[in-house]
C-alpha cells in the first residue's frame, strides 16, 4: 500500500522562508517523478513543482518560478519543496504527489490528473 506523508508546514511571517518534507513508502520511488502542489481556500488545485524520477531535472510554472525549490533524496524516498521570501498569497494547504511517469517533460508536469498517489497535505499559513 502506497503512503505519502507531508510535514513542515507552518505559521510563518511574510518575508520568511520553510522548507516542507515528504516521505513515500510502499512505491518504487526511484522510478517516478514527484510533484508539489498547493490549494487555497477557495481555489484550485494549483501545480508549484515537479521534479524527475532522479532528480536531474525540474519544472516550475512560471508564478512559480525563483521562490521554490524541488529536491529529492532517493536514498530515503523523500522529497522536499523549500519556499523562500513567504507571502500571504502562499498561503494553502501544499500536497505531495507520486507521479506515473520518470520525467517533468510533459504538459501533464503540474497536472493533477497525471499523479497517482497524494498525501494529506500540510497547511501553511503565512501573516503579513
Known amino acids: 500500500q502506497v503512503q505519502v506523508v507531508e510535514f513542515g508546514g507552518g505559521l510563518v511571517q511574510a518575508g520568511g522562508s520553510l522548507r516542507l518534507s515528504c516521505i513515500v513508502s510502499?512505491?518504487?520511488?526511484?522510478?517516478?517523478?514527484m510533484g508539489w502542489f498547493r490549494q487555497a481556500p477557495g481555489k484550485e488545485r494549483e501545480g508549484v513543482a515537479c521534479i524527475s524520477s532522479r532528480g536531474g531535472n525540474t519544472y516550475y510554472p512560471d508564478a512559480m518560478e525563483g521562490r521554490f525549490t524541488i529536491s529529492r533524496d532517493n536514498g530515503k524516498n523523500m522529497v522536499f519543496l523549500q519556499i523562500f521570501s513567504l507571502t500571504p498569497g502562499d498561503t494553502a494547504i501544499y500536497y505531495c504527489?507520486?507521479?506515473?511517469?520518470?520525467?517533468?517533460?510533459?504538459?501533464?508536469?503540474?497536472?493533477?490528473?497525471?499523479?497517482?498517489?497524494w498525501g494529506q497535505g500540510t497547511q501553511v499559513t503565512v501573516s503579513s
Open positions: 504527489a507520486a507521479g506515473r511517469y520518470a520525467s517533468c517533460s510533459g504538459s501533464w508536469r503540474t497536472d493533477p490528473k497525471a499523479y497517482d498517489y
Open positions: 510502499g512505491y518504487q520511488f526511484d522510478e517516478h517523478n
